[in-house]
């Protein structure tokens, strides 16, 4: 039996190798990750539906094969649908309602030769840049307890950053991979829109704005993933296509020397913490060492554009789940069965106009051409992830009175007194923590947190990168000369 010291210096690309090579089984790697899951979940809450019970099942009747032979990995509880498992989608709404058919990614990674060990926290309906909900509670950030681990795919992170896996699926629809990630000291790509299927449910999710992919601890765990999972299916709105070039193949390969631009100053306003700051200019002279060409500036983006076009989404398409659940269920069932606030937004939500919403959507193109005029000056972007070091506990989620005055606006009909508007303006505050993420899901450019500092209270803080769209290769090779000039990988919490 291999012992957790052992497991958590490999990597998922180490890890099927040694099965591969059978110098370790898929049932020692599994009995690993169980007893690990056992010593600290409980702490942080990161998987709520654990599957050991059925990866059992699957490793006595078969001998995973694949670039991902053996690897223990997690499914974040919210599009991952795995047959005979529920998805939740972080609500109580939806917790018991078992899937049938496997989303795309996760027949991929399955044939690939994956073993699902649990679905993971997520806030409800991924609305949130933390993971806490009244349905499953808080995932704690391994690093600090009373910490966020981020959002929406929190669990995911916390659970990598705790050693139960090496990788786990996320999804990013607002920073939801690249703010986890950087919170919980991890590396995250976003891909380009497209890239990742989100079928055979969904041709895309969000009008576009979400893509799928995984939190890593290493550069080549991410490259090998997304080769095995990058491509149309026969379900995608958006159907791009991999580089010809594979990405694991070619992800060690340089960058060459490359035209970045900095900023640290909020596109939406609000202040930017120095801790924040400070790695932001950390990474640009390490970048200035490594022989890249770096100097502040920034795209002159509206502010206005970006909340409102960000807070449509929300709008939109919380107002149709919860529209279809109380058409399914009836509507006490749905205003019992989801948080107040969300049941709040959808209430509004059905003074939002078709036409609203179609020209909000116009308002992307125009974020899109500045940003495409940026690149043609500078090759990446280089920002903070989010405004802060990790928030405490609560600071992005909905306080008790919050909650307690959506919840009579509910009964008694309020809402219908309220301008759209309001949602515009809590949600503007909201945004302004973590103000930097949104615009490459609403453009549907590749941007991705690495991990290049630590502030004086060891939490991480990441450093966003942002490339054109299709640059995603270009990403990972980057992230992979920073991976090199200041490893990461042995660094992890005392958890």
């Keep these: 039996m291999i012992h957790f010291d052992e497991y958590r210096q490999w990597d998922a690309v180490a890890m099927a190798e040694r099965v591969q090579k059978g110098d370790v089984t898929a049932m020692e790697l599994l009995e690993c990750a169980h007893a690990r899951h056992c010593a600290v979940n409980a702490d942080i809450n990161a998987i709520i539906n654990p599957m050991f019970f059925n990866a059992r099942r699957y490793l006595r009747k078969s001998q995973p094969e694949g670039a991902l032979a053996g690897v223990p990995m997690v499914l974040k509880d919210l599009l991952g649908h795995f ?285 899109q051409g500045v940003m495409a005029a940026f690149h043609q000056q500078y090759d990446v972007w280089l920002t903070p992830v989010l405004a802060a070091s990790p928030y405490p506990l609560g600071a992005l989620y909905s306080s008790r009175l919050e909650q307690r005055l959506a919840t009579v606006a509910n009964l008694t009909g309020l809402h219908r007194l309220l301008p759209v508007n309001i949602l515009y303006q809590v949600s503007s505050e909201q945004l302004k923590k973590v103000p930097f993420t949104q615009i490459a899901n609403l453009t549907g450019q590749p941007a991705m947190s690495v991990p290049l500092y630590w502030d004086d209270a060891n939490l991480p803080v990441g450093v966003q990168f942002v490339a054109p769209v299709g640059g995603d290769l270009r990403l990972l090779q980057l992230a992979y000369q920073l991976e090199e000039a200041q490893p990461w990988f042995k660094r992890v919490p005392a958890l």
């Excluded at 139960?164 to 590396?187: E, K, N, Q």
């Excluded at 390490?286 to 989404?313: C, F, Q, R």
């Excluded at 049941?343 to 959507?361: E, K, P, T």
């Design 83 to 367: 047959p005979g498992v529920p998805t939740s989608g972080g609500s109580r709404s939806s917790q018991y309602v078992m899937q049938t058919i496997p989303s795309t990614l996760v027949s991929r990674l399955c044939e690939q030769g994956a073993v699902i060990i649990g679905k993971t926290n997520t806030p409800e309906f991924g609305l949130l840049a933390t993971t806490e909900n009244t349905a499953f509670g808080v995932t704690r950030n391994p690093w600090h307890r009373e910490r966020t681990a981020g959002g929406s795919s929190g669990g995911t992170a916390a659970a990598v950053s705790a050693g139960i896996v090496p990788v786990g699926t996320a999804g990013d629809g607002g920073g939801s991979i690249r703010i986890p990630a950087s919170c919980c000291g991890l590396f995250g790509l976003k891909p380009t829109r497209g890239l990742v299927p989100s079928g055979p449910e969904f041709g895309e999710v969000w009008d576009g704005a979400v893509s799928e992919h995984v939190i890593t601890r290493s550069v080549r765990d991410s490259a090998r993933v997304l080769d095995q999972i990058a491509g149309p299916d026969d379900f995608s709105h958006t159907p791009t296509t991999p580089a010809a070039t594979k990405f694991e193949a070619s992800f060690r390969h340089s960058p060459g020397k490359l035209r970045v631009a900095f900023s640290c100053v909020s596109p939406l306003g609000g202040a930017v913490s120095m801790s924040c700051v400070s790695a932001v200019h950390h990474a640009a002279k390490l970048l200035e060492s490594m022989g890249h060409h770096v100097e502040e500036a920034a795209p002159v983006l509206n502010a206005d554009d970006i909340v409102k076009s960000y807070t449509d989404i929300y709008i939109a398409h919380v107002t149709a789940e919860i529209d279809q659940l109380q058409t399914i269920h009836g509507r006490r069932y749905a205003m019992q069965s989801v948080e107040p606030l969300s049941y709040f937004i959808s209430r509004i939500g059905q003074r939002f106009s078709a036409a609203a919403h179609l020209l909000s959507r116009q308002r992307w193109p125009r974020l």
